[in-house]
């Protein structure tokens, strides 16, 4: 999953490099933490929050397997 995360988010910005995923996993939980530039967070963010309830909407979907809870959270 973080490797889709990381393609989804490479895609849509202009510092692809910039990219990092973080994952932390906890008992029923796992959580990402993207991070991209400064100047890429609104697209990633998209209008109205469209594109990040989307990358979230993918990763819950792959994540349907597991028994964890899946959170995508978007920062800098």
Do not use: C, Y
């Not at 973080?22 to 209008?47: C, H, Q, Y």
């Amino acid at each position: 999953m973080k490797e889709l995360i990381e393609v989804l988010a490479q895609s849509l910005v202009d510092h692809p490099d910039e990219v990092i995923v973080t994952e932390t996993d906890n008992d029923d939980e796992i959580i990402f933490n993207l991070k991209v530039a400064e100047e890429d967070m609104g697209k990633v963010i998209g209008k109205q929050g469209r594109i990040a309830k989307a990358i979230r909407a993918m990763v819950k979907a792959a994540a349907s397997k597991t028994d964890k809870k899946v959170t995508v959270e978007i920062g800098q």
